[in-house]
């Protein structure tokens, strides 16, 4: 049981706009820790795609953005892309868990 | 620019010791950064490990604590994971990587290392 929770899936398709949305708690999110997004492309390594909840990394296409409200956070990708099909995955700090560094569980996209 | 890359056995019979190794090049092991253990078993999510600073200084995941040991090897610009008692739900890939600010920039080269617990 992760301690930030994502949605198992969602879906959408190409060129619509879709959210994956990243619920905490008072200990982390709501605490007002920064909320990261990372894209997983299969067998690969996770990419950092949102840092400090709603800035971008060189490179990263302008249809990601994220934002954060209270206990939650959201990633949002419009004109959704066949290449955007993949996991993604929100990840902050909890100061309940002895400085622990925390993922959601990861939200499976698929580009219908 | 920095660049990780995870080694060790990949199988590792239980109860046994796991023991992975990250090889830091592009950026001293000494530099103002923690370095990461996060680990994904076969389809699941990510999981945070734990990490080290280069005075030595580590925070560990509270469910993994007991069994976890992380070390630096500033000598070989390496650090290096340890987890004892290992059971099949120590399955899994293993990645280092390396922490900018509260986020990941850097992780290890290709898919990291996957590491099976089986007799």
């Keep these: 049981q992760s301690v ?26 709501g605490a007002g820790y920064d909320v990261h997004w990372y894209q997983q492309l299969p067998g690969t390594a996770p990419k950092l795609l949102i840092y400090n909840n709603n800035n971008r990394p060189s490179g990263v296409p302008d249809r990601f953005s994220g934002s954060r409200s209270g206990t939650s956070a959201s990633l949002a990708i419009t004109g959704l892309q066949a290449e955007d099909e993949a996991d993604y995955y929100c990840q902050s700090y909890d100061n309940n868990l002895s400085g622990s560094r925390v993922f959601g569980g990861g939200t499976k996209l698929t580009v219908l | 620019q ?21 090889t830091v090049s592009g950026d001293s092991i000494s530099s103002s950064y923690w370095w990461n253990w996060v680990r994904q078993p076969p389809g699941k ?6 990490e080290i600073y280069h005075s030595g200084d580590t925070n560990y995941n509270p469910s993994l604590k007991s069994r976890v040991t992380i070390s630096l090897d500033k000598s070989k610009n390496q650090f290096s ?6 059971t099949a739900a120590d399955t899994a890939v293993y990645y280092c990587a390396r922490r900018t600010g509260s986020y990941y920039i850097n992780w290890g080269r290709g898919q990291g290392t996957l590491v099976t617990v089986s007799s």
């Design chain 2, 2 to 22: 920095v660049q990780l890359q995870e080694s060790g056995p990949g199988l590792v019979e239980p109860p046994g010791t796991l023991s992975l190794t990250c």
């Design chain 2, 45 to 50: 999510g990510l999981e945070w490990i734990g």
């Design chain 1, 4 to 29: 930030l929770t994502q949605p198992p899936s969602v879906s959408g398709a190409p060129g619509q706009r879709v959210t994956i949305s990243c619920t905490g708690s008072n200990s982390n999110i």
């Design chain 2, 81 to 86: 994971l340890r987890l004892s008692s290992v």
